[in-house]
């Protein structure tokens, strides 16, 4: 199957063109970016750098090669991009959109596609950090003109196959829903943002009085802004009754300031109990989801607090390209982490680093710090099992894989007792010694008589 997503270089195009190549597809990726010929080799995929003449992706047919062709560009050239691919597609192809506004979309397909040609908006709710459909939701719609045909459930199946879910909507429901999802949403967090500004505060400071519902709002309103590319924020509020919504916010907003500025709390009371009404079961869960993002920050300071006298990998939130160090951490804080790496010792406010998970340390450790092979030979009572000896050993910090590779009990070996030999493979960092007295504690507390090892 021939697949060619245009606007590939992008975020979400680069995105879309991973989830297919994941899931056995080689897709075409098509930008008048130059860099798109990087970008696909980074994924194993192939680049065309297209001209503003689309025509010359023909190489002298009549149709595109795709069976399937996603439209990935930026959300104001959609009708664009569609008006000059679609009329080129050929019979029993697809057309699809990734964009966050379906109506105008819709209509520039069924504008400008064949009739022949099959056509499926779809808009994945969430964007680029993510890698992959796992949990997370893509609506589609359908056109009455044109349907997707049997290219409806190969989408559905590919998204479900990552254990993510499908939303089916129309055009005009969808684009409704957006106005809360998303335009009300983002210019609430794009207006504290400025309030923030205005005010002059110290936001340094401020983080040493953090809530955890100030943590999780903050946490909102900083990766929006730490978005490289602004112009998707600004598309969105374009929604054409995204000016309705600002000013219904606003009305609200000066409403609820008035009603507090009368010191009335019976009235305010009164407010309050209204919205539960209206909210009632249908967000009241969100209550839960929110004592669990209040439950993961804390869970993420008390890693950071209990790594101290550890090798950790640590990732740099705050930097720009999330840089993750390793070493050992040496000092934490509130305040600081202070971390003991070949370079020497490097201090990291404790706010912009979070300590990598087990599976993520194992990948960085893998791929970027060398591996030392130590072998160790002990005489251990047979009560001790071989295989839990090694399990023991590779629990310490800085030791990355074991293998057993001799047990024996003949001449030469106390009674009751094995003589085992076991190969670690350990980081070759001056820093990374301590398994060595984690290791020779732990035998030495088993009565296991250490016959060959670094520290014997």
């Not at 740099?316 to 003991?340: C, F, W």
């Not at 960085?364 to 839990?388: D, F, G, M, Y």
Request: hydrophobic share 40%; net charge neutral.
């Amino acid at each position: 199957m021939e697949i060619g997503v245009v606007g590939g270089a992008g975020g979400m195009g680069h995105w879309i063109a991973a989830f297919l190549q994941r899931n056995g597809y080689t897709p075409h990726l098509i930008d008048t970016d130059p860099s798109v010929h990087d970008v696909a080799r980074g994924i194993k995929c192939v680049g065309i750098h297209a001209s503003d003449d689309v025509r010359c992706l023909l190489t002298g047919e009549e149709h595109f090669v795709y069976d399937v062709l996603v439209i990935a560009v930026p959300l104001d050239i959609i009708p664009s991009a569609v008006s000059q691919y679609a009329p080129l597609l050929k019979p029993s192809s697809l057309l699809m959109d990734i964009g966050s506004l379906k109506v105008p979309a819709l209509q520039a397909m069924e504008t400008w596609a064949p009739e022949d040609v099959y056509l499926l908006p779809t808009h994945p709710l969430f964007g680029t950090r993510f890698e992959s459909f796992a949990g997370l939701t893509c609506v589609v719609t359908t056109s009455p003109a044109k349907p997707a045909g049997p290219w409806g459930k190969w989408w559905k199946d590919l998204v479900l196959s990552e254990k993510g879910s499908i939303v089916e909507a129309t055009a005009p429901e969808h684009d409704e829903m957006m106005l809360t999802v998303q335009v009300l949403v983002h210019y609430i967090a794009i207006t504290i943002g400025e309030t923030l500004r205005k005010s002059g505060v110290d936001l340094n400071r401020l983080q040493s009085f953090k809530t955890p519902p100030f943590e999780t709002l903050a946490s909102v309103v900083g990766r929006l802004f730490s978005a490289k590319r602004k112009n998707v924020y600004w598309n969105i509020q374009q929604h054409p009754d995204g000016d309705a919504v600002r000013s219904a916010f606003a009305k609200v907003a000066s409403e609820m300031a008035a009603l507090l500025s009368k010191a009335d709390i019976a009235e305010f009371s009164k407010k309050l109990e209204s919205i539960e009404d209206f909210i009632g079961a249908s967000l009241g869960g969100y209550s839960h989801n929110a004592d669990r993002i209040f439950s993961h920050l804390a869970a993420g300071q008390r890693a950071l607090f209990q790594s101290k006298g550890g090798n950790r990998c640590i990732v740099n939130v705050g930097s720009k390209n999330k840089a993750i160090h390793y070493g050992r951490v040496e000092e934490v804080d509130s305040e600081t982490l202070v971390l003991r790496t070949r370079k020497g010792l490097v201090s990291f406010s404790t706010k912009n680093v979070r300590v990598c998970t087990p599976q993520e340390t194992i990948e960085w450790v893998s791929a970027n710090l060398p591996l030392q092979p130590v072998t160790i030979v002990i005489h251990c009572h047979k009560v001790v099992k071989p295989k839990a000896l090694a399990y023991l050993a590779n629990t310490m910090d800085g030791v990355r894989s074991y293998s057993i590779l001799d047990v024996y009990d003949g001449d030469g070996v106390p009674a009751d007792y094995n003589k085992i030999t076991l190969l670690l493979n350990v980081i070759a960092e001056p820093h990374c010694g301590a398994w060595q007295l984690s290791l020779k504690r732990a035998l030495n507390d088993l009565g296991c008589q250490v016959l060959h090892a670094p520290w014997v």
